[in-house]
T-cell receptor
Framework: DTEVTQTPKHLVMGMTNKKSLKCEQH?????MYWYKQKAKKPPELMFV???????INESVPSRFSPECPNSSLLNLHLHALQPEDSALYLC?????????????FGPGTRLTVL | GQQLNQSPQSMFIQEGEDVSMNCTSS?????WLWYKQDPGEGPVLLIA?????ELTSNGRLTAQFGITRKDSFLNISASIPSDVGIYFC???????????FGPGTRLSVLP
């Protein structure tokens, strides 16, 4: 089973709202990732968690706050977003955070900020 | 950082035709991955290549890891309408710090 699940599928929020995106995997993977993808572009890495610790933050604004409660779950907390933050947010996981590990992606959350 | 280039950028083919697309880099990659993404969905892994020269098939898809480790190709035989989508090549950079994506090849299949 190589499934990564994400909820919600779609999210519309105002600029003053607080919302969270959720990601779950049960493959025993120890690395989990958040990506942002704009239309017709490849995914852009935002955060990497390795063994439940934040390993990489690609200079993401503080209005995005990741959280890894345990090795199967990854959350992305959103607050005071801007319209330009509207995008497809993808979660991925891999066995470990090493150079050869294959990443498996979830279906994404389509976020619209009004 | 390391970059991946893909060609063609987009292609229109007739149903039943074979398709070939390329991914190249100016630096060595030790793993090449091919993903397909449908609109509004996450990328789905098609084929993973871990060894230079490796040729791997997955149904109508065949991919090869170039001997120089600087390129890879993906072939699709006898295309069907559900092959429509964006095909990304990707791989972890050699520093193990980032996962690099190519810009994608957009495939359209005409009935």
């Amino acid at each position: 089973d190589t499934e990564v699940t994400q909820t919600p599928k779609h999210l519309v929020m105002g600029m003053t709202n607080k919302k969270s995106l959720k990601c779950e995997q049960h493959m025993g993977h120890r690395a989990m990732y958040w990506y942002k993808q704009k239309a017709k572009k490849p995914p852009e890495l935002m955060f990497v968690y390795s063994y439940e610790k934040l390993s990489i933050n690609e200079s993401v604004p503080s209005r995005f706050s990741p959280e890894c409660p345990n090795s199967s779950l990854l959350n992305l907390h959103l607050h005071a977003l801007q319209p330009e933050d509207s995008a497809l947010y993808l979660c991925a996981s891999s066995q470990d955070y090493r150079g050869t590990d294959t990443q498996y992606f979830g279906p994404g959350t389509r976020l619209t900020v009004l | 950082g390391q970059q991946l280039n893909q060609s063609p950028q987009s292609m229109f083919i007739q149903e039943g035709e074979d398709v070939s697309m390329n991914c190249t880099s100016s630096s060595i990659f030790n793993t090449w991955l091919w993903y397909k993404q449908d609109p509004g969905e996450g990328p789905v892994l098609l084929i993973a290549l871990y060894k230079a020269g490796e040729l791997t098939s997955n149904g109508r898809l065949t991919a090869q890891f170039g001997i120089t480790r600087k390129d890879s190709f993906l072939n699709i035989s006898a295309s069907i309408p559900s092959d429509v989508g964006i095909y990304f090549c990707a791989g972890p950079d050699n520093y193990g710090q980032n996962f690099v994506f190519g810009p994608g090849t957009r495939l359209s299949v005409l009935p």
